[in-house]
């Protein structure tokens, strides 16, 4: 069952559980999007890479 069929009915779980998946995966294609726009700047030598 998803959110779009005509049965669903929101129910506070429902909303707590897809909230907190929400975010989960909005922090992880955050950092995914981060990593890969990096990337790509040091490919095309727009940034060094720095050792700490």
Same mark, same amino acid.
């Given at each position: 069952m998803t959110p779009?069929?005509?049965?669903?009915q929101w129910?506070?779980?429902y909303t707590?559980? =897809?909230?907190l998946l929400?975010? /989960?995966l909005g922090i992880i294609g955050a950092g995914?999007?981060?990593v890969v726009i990096k990337t790509v700047l040091q /490919? =095309?030598?727009f940034?060094?890479?720095?050792? =700490?």
């Open positions: 779009l069929s005509f049965e669903w129910n506070i779980e707590i559980f =897809f909230g929400y975010i /989960a995914l999007t981060v /490919a =095309f030598g940034m060094r890479e720095r050792h =700490f």
